[in-house]
T-cell receptor
Framework: AQKITQTQPGMFVQEKEAVTLDCTYD???????LFWYKQPSSGEMIFLIY??????QNATEGRYSLNFQKARKSANLVISASQLGDSAMYFC??????????????FGKGTHLIIQP | DAEITQSPRHKITETGRQVTLACHQT?????MFWYRQDLGHGLRLIHY???????NKGEVSDGYSVSRSNTEDLPLTLESAASSQTSVYFC?????????FGPGTRLTVL
């Protein structure tokens, strides 16, 4: 079974609209971390946001927020007021365990987001 | 500024040749990782290291090896390159939760 599932291979959104990118995960480990990365056409991996499994509040970073629903094993990324520069591939990833950052990440297959003017 | 670099950025090689991809970070992070990215698969973990002289296999380690002789470097070696190893390779390092990625190396095996 896939550990990270991103069900939206591609999305088209109008500029200035809010965007929700879906991510569900599967783990039996009580301690884990969830990440979102952005990969523009230039290819680099850009860290966006992190949510720990014990964090009580949803993580926010500027226009990015993570809608963490632990019981549903869901960690959706919300981008408010989308911009043309948000067009990119977006990857959800998970770290299992409490390795303090020493564990590799498991990535989903990504969502290709295109913002239209 | 601290950074993580990879070299070469692009490489074309032939089947059966040994290839080494370099990864160098100046954050003094103990944890380093190698991933490969292929269409339809996202990124997959090849090898990782918790520190000097420590290396561990990831999800797709067959045909790859790493060595860690210092904190800054984790070279990835393809012992005998195969066409199935044509991919984009990313190196990353971390000390806390966030992993910092290098710019990637595009490897083509003909």
């Amino acid at each position: 079974a896939q550990k990270i599932t991103q069900t939206q291979p591609g999305m088209f959104v109008q500029e200035k609209e809010a965007v929700t990118l879906d991510c569900t995960y599967d783990t039996s480990d009580p301690s884990y971390g969830l990440f979102w990365y952005k990969q523009p056409s230039s290819g680099e991996m850009i860290f966006l946001i992190y949510q720990g499994s014990y964090d009580q509040q949803n993580a926010t970073e500027g226009r990015y927020s993570l809608n963490f629903q632990k019981a549903r094993k869901s960690a959706n990324l919300v981008i408010s007021a989308s911009q043309l520069g948000d067009s990119a591939m977006y990857f959800c990833a998970m770290r299992e365990g409490t390795g303090g950052g020493a564990d590799g990440l498991t990535f989903g297959k990504g969502t290709h987001l295109i913002i239209q003017p | 500024d601290a950074e993580i670099t990879q070299s070469p950025r692009h490489k074309i090689t032939e089947t059966g040749r040994q290839v080494t991809l370099a990864c160098h970070q100046t954050w003094n992070h103990n944890n380093m990782f190698w991933y490969r990215q292929d269409l339809g698969h996202g990124l997959r973990l090849i090898h990782y290291s918790y520190g000097v002289q420590d290396t561990n296999k990831g999800e797709v380690s067959d045909g790859y090896s790493v060595s860690r002789s210092n904190t800054e470097d984790l070279p990835l070696t393809l012992e005998s390159a195969a066409s199935s190893q044509t991919s984009v390779y990313f190196c990353a390092s971390s000390e806390g939760d966030e992993q910092f990625f290098g710019p990637g190396t595009r490897l083509t095996v003909l």
